[in-house]
């Protein structure tokens, strides 16, 4: 029995090996490729660099104006992961807590938008917005992200809460607490689990979003790190190597952001699982 342990152990050791190795070549072959001219990527993309040139990425981070698609696309994200978490867990509690016929139908309402892809809707969305005069505007940018992110987010919300015990609510309403105080002092610290994994699922969506930004921000100044990379698409060329140093420089701080917070992650996953 012991040998039939080991060898299934080796056996799921050996294959989390390669889906580790299949998830990181990409990645792999982006660092390589950002530290090759365009003229060696078009000859092997697969290969070493002959010599180990930072160059691609001052040109890169002067080309995309890193600095100001960093700040937008940090305010942008920021924002719009805060809003989402905020008015969704509220919006979810709401809906766990009554009993109105209105919040069940619009549970299920906001249930059924989950399965609505966003190509359905971008047209109209931007001739209407665009006929109100209120795109090119990071504003309208994080409203969008906020009607998008809700559903999944109120989703989320509304299993954990309904395992919260609802005598706790009402042991903190006999001591004095309004509906508004127990939320935010009761209940929204018990499903933190959860808001980190609605957090870090929302941060990346919107940090590596390029076609809503695409759709919205039209000037400059405004464009997010995914817009900036468009800059090293030519009309009839596309220079590489600064690509791959963009696109190294933008998913960096994702990256940073998930290793400091994974203990979270995987602990309202795993919690919201098991919920």
Known sequence: MKQKERIFLTLKTLLLSVLLLAYLVPFILVVINSLKPTREFLENPLALPQAINFSNFTIAFDKMNFISGLSNTVVITTVSVLLIALFSSMAAYLMVR??????RILFFCMVSAMIIP???????????????????????????????????????????????????????????????????????????????????????????????PSLVL???AQRTLPLSTFYFFGTYTVDYGLLMAGLLMTILPVIIIYLFLQKHIIQGVMQ???K
């Open 98 to 103: 009554t009993t109105w016929k209105i919040t």
């Open 118 to 212: 966003f190509q359905a809707l971008m047209i109209p969305l931007v001739r209407i917005y665009g006929s109100l005069g209120i795109l090119n505007n990071q504003s309208t940018l994080i409203y969008m992200y906020l009607g998008f992110g809700a559903p999944m987010a109120v989703f989320i919300y509304h299993g954990f809460i309904k395992s919260v015990p609802l005598e706790i609510e009402e042991a903190a309403m006999i001591d004095g607490c309004s509906q508004v105080r127990t939320f935010f002092q009761i209940v929204f610290p018990l499903v933190k689990p959860i808001s980190f994994t609605v957090l870090i699922l929302n941060v990346l969506w919107i940090w590596n979003d390029f076609l809503l």
């Open 218 to 220: 039209i000037k400059p």
């Open 272 to 274: 919201g699982s098991i």
